[in-house]
């Protein structure tokens, strides 16, 4: 992987039938979503979470392992899901949220916090933390002491649907060679 | 429980000290968020799902049981949170989604669905119904063959940020006398 800022998708919404490059687009032009993990009780939690890609199509996170039960429930249990809505985009013009051309994805892996002590990922660490505050520079500086780093999520399922047909689940594959 | 559309809150939204009253106006004030499952290898599923609390402060949906992940999962295993960002209503200014300034709020508990062979059930059900539809009028007539039936969330935990303090549970007792 190359870690350079150039990799940026389309500005432009790409029609919706090709569902890897739409997912692609999506991903990099949303900015937050609802980030889950699963707490010991077995119950889903959802925290509303602001993301960059850097253009990579992997989200990244920036969560406290100290404060906030996402990055608590992340280090026991790497299970989630991350899920974006077209609505925040401003593009579904009079589309109802959950009407299925107002577009909804659903991205499901493994949440993780970068290892530093290894060098490719120290490097992927530093590339995402950059991302992030590049788009969310109100992230920047928050207490040294609450613990925040950097998670990415390793992505295993992909669920679409953004216009009126079933969900489409995008083979991981075609979702990163799509750019 | 007075089934009554006049049960809404104020339009101003409320100063945030006081968590309960601050719930009550963001859950009626939102008309989408992401609502989650797990599914059956313990992955959290969410989906992006229009609510409306008709004013009682509980979450109505509309799900579909056959073609929707959501509502399928939901019959296996209730567990489920509603995640709602107050980014989306519009009032958080220049706020970062994660700012903590900018509200969220995790409503945690079972995904039901309703038991309109109970005549109870049946009332609620009947205005959880007209209460979707009043805000939702893109969801009324949605294709019978799809299974479309009204759930509600049966509140256990609220998790509340809305300024710069640690995140505050809303005792469930509190939210519903708020009003």
New interface residues.
């Given amino acids: 992987m190359q870690y350079i800022t150039s990799l940026i998708t389309a500005t432009a919404k790409p029609p919706p039938d090709n569902a890897a490059v739409f997912s692609r687009w999506f991903v990099n032009h949303s900015?937050?979503?609802?980030l889950?993990?699963?707490d010991g009780?077995?119950?889903?939690?959802?925290?509303?979470?602001?993301s960059s890609d850097g253009g990579t199509g992997i989200p990244y996170f920036?969560l406290s392992t100290l404060?906030?039960?996402t990055g608590m429930n992340a280090l026991k249990?790497s299970?989630?899901?991350?899920?974006?809505?077209e609505?925040?985009l401003g593009t579904c013009g009079q589309?109802?949220?959950?009407?299925p051309k107002?577009a909804?994805i659903?991205l499901?892996g493994d949440v993780l916090r970068e290892l530093v002590s290894v060098e490719e990922d120290s490097k992927e660490a530093a590339f995402a933390e950059a991302a992030l505050f590049a788009n969310?520079?109100?992230?920047s500086g928050w207490p040294k002491g609450h613990n925040f780093t950097v998670f990415k999520l390793r992505l295993?399922n992909i669920?679409l649907v953004n216009k009126l047909a079933?969900?489409r689940y995008v083979p991981i594959d075609d979702y990163f060679k799509a750019i």
Same sequence: chains 1, 2.
């Fill in positions: 900015s937050w979503g609802v889950m993990t699963v009780q077995g119950f889903p939690f959802g925290n509303v979470i602001s920036y404060y906030d039960p249990n299970k989630s899901c991350f899920t974006l809505s609505t925040a589309a109802d949220p959950q009407f107002c909804k659903a499901s969310h520079p109100q992230l295993k669920f079933p969900a």
